[in-house]
T-cell receptor
Protein backbone atom coordinates (compact mmCIF):
# COMPACT_ATOMS: atom_id res chain seq x y z
CA UNK A 1 0.00 0.00 0.00
CA UNK A 2 1.39 3.38 -1.00
CA UNK A 3 2.27 5.67 1.90
CA UNK A 4 3.37 9.29 1.49
CA UNK A 5 5.31 11.07 4.21
CA UNK A 6 6.42 14.68 4.42
CA UNK A 7 9.19 16.06 6.55
CA UNK A 8 9.34 18.40 8.35
CA UNK A 9 5.75 18.76 9.56
CA UNK A 10 6.32 22.45 10.21
CA UNK A 11 8.99 24.96 9.31
CA UNK A 12 9.49 28.59 10.27
CA UNK A 13 12.12 30.64 8.43
CA UNK A 14 13.06 34.29 7.98
CA UNK A 15 12.28 35.98 4.70
CA UNK A 16 14.91 35.49 2.01
CA UNK A 17 15.99 32.01 3.00
CA UNK A 18 16.18 29.17 0.52
CA UNK A 19 14.44 26.08 1.81
CA UNK A 20 13.76 22.45 0.97
CA UNK A 21 10.63 20.46 1.70
CA UNK A 22 10.82 16.69 1.56
CA UNK A 23 8.37 14.06 0.41
CA UNK A 24 8.89 10.30 0.45
CA UNK A 25 6.75 7.50 -0.87
CA UNK A 26 6.94 3.76 -0.31
CA UNK A 27 6.12 2.37 -3.77
CA UNK A 28 8.13 3.64 -6.73
CA UNK A 29 5.51 2.55 -9.29
CA UNK A 30 3.97 5.96 -9.85
CA UNK A 31 2.68 7.86 -12.87
CA UNK A 32 3.44 11.29 -11.49
CA UNK A 33 3.88 13.40 -8.40
CA UNK A 34 2.22 16.75 -7.75
CA UNK A 35 3.08 19.48 -5.28
CA UNK A 36 0.23 21.61 -3.99
CA UNK A 37 -0.13 24.66 -1.83
CA UNK A 38 -3.01 24.94 0.65
CA UNK A 39 -3.83 28.18 2.42
CA UNK A 40 -5.77 27.91 5.71
CA UNK A 41 -9.37 26.86 5.09
CA UNK A 42 -8.89 27.01 1.37
CA UNK A 43 -8.54 24.70 -1.60
CA UNK A 44 -5.46 23.17 -3.16
CA UNK A 45 -3.43 25.07 -5.70
CA UNK A 46 -1.32 22.91 -7.99
CA UNK A 47 2.27 24.12 -8.06
CA UNK A 48 4.19 21.56 -10.09
CA UNK A 49 3.64 18.15 -11.62
CA UNK A 50 6.56 15.86 -12.27
CA UNK A 51 6.04 12.96 -14.59
CA UNK A 52 7.53 9.62 -13.65
CA UNK A 53 10.07 9.94 -16.46
CA UNK A 54 11.25 13.38 -15.36
CA UNK A 55 13.87 14.34 -12.79
CA UNK A 56 12.76 17.88 -12.08
CA UNK A 57 10.37 20.70 -12.89
CA UNK A 58 10.74 24.43 -12.34
CA UNK A 59 8.26 27.25 -12.00
CA UNK A 60 9.57 30.64 -10.98
CA UNK A 61 11.19 30.33 -7.56
CA UNK A 62 10.04 26.73 -7.18
CA UNK A 63 11.97 23.67 -8.23
CA UNK A 64 10.76 20.14 -7.64
CA UNK A 65 12.90 17.07 -8.08
CA UNK A 66 11.96 13.42 -8.27
CA UNK A 67 14.05 10.36 -7.54
CA UNK A 68 11.57 7.61 -8.27
CA UNK A 69 13.87 4.72 -7.48
CA UNK A 70 14.52 5.96 -3.95
CA UNK A 71 10.93 7.15 -3.46
CA UNK A 72 11.78 10.79 -2.84
CA UNK A 73 10.85 14.23 -4.03
CA UNK A 74 11.96 17.62 -2.86
CA UNK A 75 10.43 21.04 -3.32
CA UNK A 76 13.01 23.81 -3.30
CA UNK A 77 11.78 27.36 -2.66
CA UNK A 78 14.28 30.08 -3.44
CA UNK A 79 14.35 33.45 -1.71
CA UNK A 80 11.31 32.74 0.44
CA UNK A 81 8.72 35.49 1.02
CA UNK A 82 5.99 35.93 3.65
CA UNK A 83 3.44 35.23 0.91
CA UNK A 84 4.87 31.72 0.63
CA UNK A 85 3.44 30.91 4.07
CA UNK A 86 1.03 28.01 3.59
CA UNK A 87 0.86 24.24 3.89
CA UNK A 88 2.64 22.38 1.11
CA UNK A 89 1.30 18.98 0.12
CA UNK A 90 2.81 16.37 -2.09
CA UNK A 91 0.68 13.72 -3.75
CA UNK A 92 1.58 10.70 -5.85
CA UNK A 93 -0.51 9.03 -8.49
CA UNK A 94 0.19 5.31 -8.33
CA UNK A 95 0.35 3.29 -11.52
CA UNK A 96 -2.95 1.96 -12.89
CA UNK A 97 -5.11 4.17 -10.72
CA UNK A 98 -6.96 7.46 -10.98
CA UNK A 99 -6.39 8.71 -7.49
CA UNK A 100 -3.83 10.90 -5.82
CA UNK A 101 -2.42 9.80 -2.49
CA UNK A 102 -1.49 12.73 -0.31
CA UNK A 103 1.07 13.31 2.39
CA UNK A 104 0.23 15.13 5.61
CA UNK A 105 1.92 18.30 4.48
CA UNK A 106 4.57 20.73 5.66
CA UNK A 107 3.26 23.90 7.28
CA UNK A 108 5.58 26.72 6.27
CA UNK A 109 5.76 30.11 7.91
CA UNK A 110 8.02 32.79 6.45
CA UNK A 111 8.39 35.78 8.74
CA UNK A 112 9.56 39.25 7.70
CA UNK B 1 -7.68 31.26 -16.13
CA UNK B 2 -10.26 28.45 -15.99
CA UNK B 3 -10.94 27.07 -12.55
CA UNK B 4 -13.03 24.49 -10.74
CA UNK B 5 -15.87 26.01 -8.73
CA UNK B 6 -17.84 24.49 -5.88
CA UNK B 7 -21.06 25.38 -4.10
CA UNK B 8 -21.93 25.91 -1.37
CA UNK B 9 -18.73 27.00 0.36
CA UNK B 10 -20.16 25.94 3.71
CA UNK B 11 -23.01 23.60 4.62
CA UNK B 12 -24.38 22.73 8.03
CA UNK B 13 -26.78 19.81 8.28
CA UNK B 14 -28.38 17.54 10.84
CA UNK B 15 -27.28 13.94 11.14
CA UNK B 16 -29.40 11.71 8.90
CA UNK B 17 -30.15 14.43 6.36
CA UNK B 18 -29.23 14.23 2.70
CA UNK B 19 -26.76 16.73 1.26
CA UNK B 20 -25.73 17.46 -2.30
CA UNK B 21 -22.43 19.14 -2.97
CA UNK B 22 -22.03 20.77 -6.36
CA UNK B 23 -19.03 21.30 -8.58
CA UNK B 24 -18.44 22.84 -11.98
CA UNK B 25 -15.26 21.33 -13.44
CA UNK B 26 -13.09 23.09 -15.99
CA UNK B 27 -15.04 23.06 -19.23
CA UNK B 28 -12.84 20.92 -21.49
CA UNK B 29 -11.95 18.41 -18.78
CA UNK B 30 -13.18 14.85 -19.02
CA UNK B 31 -12.20 13.32 -15.67
CA UNK B 32 -13.74 14.35 -12.38
CA UNK B 33 -12.89 13.51 -8.81
CA UNK B 34 -14.06 13.99 -5.24
CA UNK B 35 -11.69 14.07 -2.31
CA UNK B 36 -12.26 14.94 1.32
CA UNK B 37 -10.12 16.24 4.16
CA UNK B 38 -11.20 15.70 7.73
CA UNK B 39 -9.84 18.47 9.95
CA UNK B 40 -6.19 17.88 10.74
CA UNK B 41 -5.94 14.80 8.51
CA UNK B 42 -4.71 13.97 5.03
CA UNK B 43 -6.64 14.66 1.87
CA UNK B 44 -8.33 11.36 0.92
CA UNK B 45 -9.58 10.15 -2.45
CA UNK B 46 -13.28 9.27 -2.65
CA UNK B 47 -14.18 8.65 -6.28
CA UNK B 48 -13.28 9.32 -9.89
CA UNK B 49 -15.76 9.65 -12.74
CA UNK B 50 -15.39 9.44 -16.52
CA UNK B 51 -17.80 9.06 -19.39
CA UNK B 52 -20.81 9.15 -17.08
CA UNK B 53 -19.71 6.35 -14.84
CA UNK B 54 -17.57 5.76 -11.79
CA UNK B 55 -14.02 4.87 -12.80
CA UNK B 56 -12.62 4.14 -9.36
CA UNK B 57 -13.79 4.50 -5.76
CA UNK B 58 -12.24 4.14 -2.34
CA UNK B 59 -13.50 2.11 0.59
CA UNK B 60 -14.83 5.34 2.07
CA UNK B 61 -17.25 5.70 -0.86
CA UNK B 62 -19.94 3.32 0.38
CA UNK B 63 -23.64 3.07 -0.48
CA UNK B 64 -24.35 6.35 1.29
CA UNK B 65 -22.42 8.23 -1.39
CA UNK B 66 -23.30 8.76 -5.03
CA UNK B 67 -22.06 10.97 -7.84
CA UNK B 68 -23.80 12.31 -10.87
CA UNK B 69 -23.20 14.53 -13.86
CA UNK B 70 -26.76 15.78 -14.36
CA UNK B 71 -25.91 18.05 -17.28
CA UNK B 72 -22.95 19.16 -19.36
CA UNK B 73 -21.39 21.31 -16.68
CA UNK B 74 -22.22 20.15 -13.16
CA UNK B 75 -20.79 17.26 -11.15
CA UNK B 76 -22.43 16.43 -7.84
CA UNK B 77 -21.68 14.38 -4.74
CA UNK B 78 -24.68 13.20 -2.74
CA UNK B 79 -24.54 11.87 0.79
CA UNK B 80 -27.85 10.17 1.49
CA UNK B 81 -27.91 10.03 5.27
CA UNK B 82 -25.13 12.07 6.81
CA UNK B 83 -23.17 10.91 9.84
CA UNK B 84 -21.15 12.97 12.29
CA UNK B 85 -17.96 11.52 10.80
CA UNK B 86 -18.86 12.91 7.37
CA UNK B 87 -17.90 16.37 8.65
CA UNK B 88 -14.99 17.41 6.45
CA UNK B 89 -13.87 19.66 3.64
CA UNK B 90 -14.93 18.13 0.32
CA UNK B 91 -12.88 18.96 -2.75
CA UNK B 92 -13.86 18.47 -6.35
CA UNK B 93 -11.12 18.13 -8.95
CA UNK B 94 -10.90 17.67 -12.69
CA UNK B 95 -8.29 16.76 -15.26
CA UNK B 96 -8.19 17.02 -19.01
CA UNK B 97 -7.23 13.43 -19.68
CA UNK B 98 -6.10 10.39 -17.78
CA UNK B 99 -2.95 9.83 -19.75
CA UNK B 100 -0.93 9.39 -16.58
CA UNK B 101 0.63 12.80 -16.85
CA UNK B 102 -2.21 15.17 -16.26
CA UNK B 103 -2.52 17.71 -13.51
CA UNK B 104 -5.60 17.46 -11.32
CA UNK B 105 -7.05 20.91 -10.64
CA UNK B 106 -8.89 21.35 -7.38
CA UNK B 107 -11.80 23.56 -6.42
CA UNK B 108 -11.93 25.69 -3.26
CA UNK B 109 -13.90 23.06 -1.34
CA UNK B 110 -17.18 22.77 0.53
CA UNK B 111 -16.90 22.65 4.30
CA UNK B 112 -19.56 20.25 5.56
CA UNK B 113 -20.52 20.19 9.23
CA UNK B 114 -22.86 17.47 10.43
CA UNK B 115 -24.50 18.12 13.80
Amino acid sequence: KQEVTQIPAALSVPEGENLVLNCSFTDSAIYNLQWFRQDPGKGLTSLLLIQSSQREQTSGRLNASLDKSSGRSTLYIAASQPGDSATYLCAVRPGNTDKLIFGTGTRLQVFP
Amino acid sequence: EPEVTQTPSHQVTQMGQEVILRCVPISNHLYFYWYRQILGQKVEFLVSFYNNEISEKSEIFDDQFSVERPDGSNFTLKIRSTKLEDSAMYFCASSETLAGQETQYFGPGTRLLVL
